[in-house]
C-alpha cells in the first residue's frame, strides 16, 4: 500500500512540475494581422533603452490582436490612480510608457 501511495505521489509532482520545467523561458509575441514577431528578450530590450522614467518589472503580456507587448513599469515618480506599463509595438519596434490611469485627475 505504501508503495502505491508513493508511486502516486512521485507520478503527480513530475505531473505538475512539466509544464513549469517545459516553459518557454523567451515566449514570442506575434501579430495577428501581420505575422510579426518579436521574443520576450527583444522587447524587454527595447523597453529598457525607450522607457526611461522607471524599471522594467518582470511581469507581462502579449496582446495579439494589436501586435503589442506590455511590460509592467515601475516608474521612479508615482501617479495616483495609474498602473503603468511600458508598451513595445511587435511591428515597428518602437515602445512608450502607457499610463494606465482610472478615474478621474484631480
Given at each position: 500500500?505504501?508503495?502505491?501511495?508513493?508511486?502516486?505521489?512521485?507520478?503527480?509532482?513530475?505531473?505538475?512540475?512539466?509544464?513549469?520545467?517545459?516553459?518557454?523561458?523567451?515566449?514570442?509575441?506575434?501579430?495577428?494581422?501581420?505575422?510579426?514577431?518579436?521574443?520576450l528578450s527583444e522587447a524587454r530590450k527595447i523597453a529598457v533603452e525607450?522607457?526611461?522614467?522607471?524599471?522594467?518589472?518582470?511581469?507581462?503580456?502579449?496582446?495579439?490582436?494589436?501586435?503589442?507587448?506590455?511590460?509592467?513599469?515601475?516608474?521612479?515618480?508615482?501617479?495616483?490612480?495609474?498602473?503603468?506599463?511600458?508598451?513595445?509595438?511587435?511591428?515597428?519596434?518602437?515602445s512608450e510608457i502607457n499610463w494606465r490611469c482610472t478615474g478621474i485627475?484631480?
Open positions: 500500500m505504501n508503495k502505491i501511495i508513493f508511486t502516486f505521489v512521485i507520478l503527480f509532482l513530475v505531473a505538475t512540475s512539466f509544464p513549469a520545467i517545459c516553459a518557454d523561458k523567451n515566449p514570442v509575441c506575434v501579430s495577428k494581422s501581420t505575422g510579426a514577431k518579436m521574443k525607450n522607457c526611461k522614467e522607471g524599471a522594467i518589472k518582470k511581469t507581462f503580456m502579449c496582446n495579439e490582436i494589436t501586435g503589442i507587448w506590455w511590460l509592467d513599469f515601475n516608474p521612479v515618480k508615482k501617479t495616483a490612480g495609474c498602473n503603468p506599463a511600458c508598451v513595445v509595438d511587435v511591428n515597428t519596434k518602437q485627475l484631480k
